[in-house]
Structures are given as C-alpha cells and as structure tokens.
C-alpha cells in the first residue's frame, strides 16, 4: 500500500482552476498562509496543465489531482507531476489504475459497503465523499466502532463551520474542501483573501 496521505496535513485544499494564469499565484498564496497542499480537481480542461506548472514553479507544496473519475486520468494526472491522487468514488479498474501509479492515492466512499469493499482490496485510508451529503460527522462517528480499521478524508460541504467537528473524529486524519479558494476571491486574483483564507484553516487545525 502507498504511504499516508491522511497524516501529513490537517486540510486539502480541493481547487477547480479555470484559468490556467491562477495556478501559481493559488498554490503560492495557500503555502504563504501555511497550507502546502493543493488538490487540483481534474474538472477543467486546464487542470492537467495547471498540475504541471505548479509541480515545475511551486515545489514547497504538494501537489495531487483530484476528481479521478475513469482510470487513464490516474496516469494522465500522474504524468502531469501530480503528487498524490483522489477519487470522489471506487471502481475495481480506478483503483487498479490509481495503484499503477505507485503514487499515495485516496478511493472514495460513501456507505459502509464501499468501505468493506476498500478494506477488502487493501485500503485503510478513503475520501468519505459527499461527506455532509452522505450523513457528515454522524456517519463517521457511528462506523468507527464497528469498522476501526477505516480512515477517512472527509470532503464535499465542508468548512470553517464544520471542519473541528469532523477533525476531532478517531477515524478522521484530515478534512477536504474548496472553502479555502472561493470563485469570486479567484475571479478577482484576490491572492490575499486566498492566504488570510489558508492562516484561519492552519489556526483552526
Ligand atoms: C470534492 O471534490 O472533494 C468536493 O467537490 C469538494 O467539496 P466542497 O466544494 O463542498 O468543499
């Protein structure tokens, strides 16, 4: 199995970069705020392009992609330079892709079939993928008695809010979520309310 991606940060910047210029000063403003990692969705046309010029111009963060949803994106994304790989689902073929890469990669899972399922093929660390959607905190908390092993990046309405709620779970070793690069503050360049953004998560954790 790769190595940890749950224990190395408190929070993953999930990203949907529209145009390809924000890639740099993104991941630049999210490491001034104390946040070096970026999970650029693959879920624009440039996504793969901006997952290169970060791993080339910004190597103090860490770079993955995400929103691996057929299996020749894992090898597209890891080509690109990404650095880890995540997946808001789980399909035998998108997990085999994704293990092909050798790079730390994160299934995901919404209902305790789908984590049975992941623990059974090896994995102990998921994406719990639409986390609030799917039953939030409650969810999590009620499966760890039954099924210890699991380890969950909750994501998919997560923010400020919430975020403490979910991180204080046994099962839980980091949140998701896009609440650090909001459109409009990205629309303006406003790359500032990106690190004021990114220095109130690194506090809150
Ligand atoms: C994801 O791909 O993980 C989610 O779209 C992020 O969810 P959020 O926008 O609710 O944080």
Same mark, same amino acid.
Request: aromatic fraction near 4%.
């Given at each position: ?13 999930? @990203?949907? #970069?529209? !145009? ?5 000063? #993104? ?5 001034? +705020?104390? *946040? ?14 901006? #997952? ?5 111009? *910004?190597?103090?963060?860490?770079? %993955? ?6 299996? %020749? ?15 808001? %689902? ?17 299934? +995901? ?9 992941? $623990? ?17 905190? !409650?969810?999590?908390?009620? #499966? ?22 979910? $991180? ?7 949140? %998701? ?27 809150? @954790?």
């Amino acid at each position: 199995m790769t190595a940890s991606l749950l224990d190395r940060v408190p929070v993953i910047p999930v @990203v949907v #970069i529209e !145009n390809l210029d924000h890639a740099v000063p #993104i991941a630049r403003a999210l490491v001034a +705020g104390g *946040v070096p990692v970026i999970e650029l969705t693959l879920r624009t046309p440039v996504a793969l392009d901006a #997952i290169e010029r970060i791993a080339a111009e *910004v190597p103090e963060i860490l770079v %993955g992609a995400g929103t691996i949803i057929t299996p %020749g994106q894992a090898k597209q994304a890891a080509d690109a330079g990404a650095q880890f790989l995540v997946s808001p %689902g789980c399909t035998p073929s998108l997990t085999k892709a994704m293990r092909d890469t050798e790079l730390p990669h994160l299934p +995901g899972a919404a209902t305790v079939s789908e984590v049975l399922t992941l $623990l059974e093929a090896g994995y102990t660390e998921l994406k719990f993928f639409p986390a609030e959607a799917s039953g939030g905190a !409650n969810f999590l908390k009620s #499966i760890h008695s039954p099924i210890p092993a699991a380890r969950f990046c909750p994501t998919g309405g997560i923010s400020t809010a919430n975020a403490s709620a979910y $991180l204080a779970l046994p099962n839980v070793g980091c949140v %998701g979520g896009s609440w650090l690069t909001p459109a409009a503050a990205v629309a303006e360049q406003d790359w500032d309310a990106i690190v004021a953004l990114a220095a109130a998560t690194a506090e809150l @954790v």
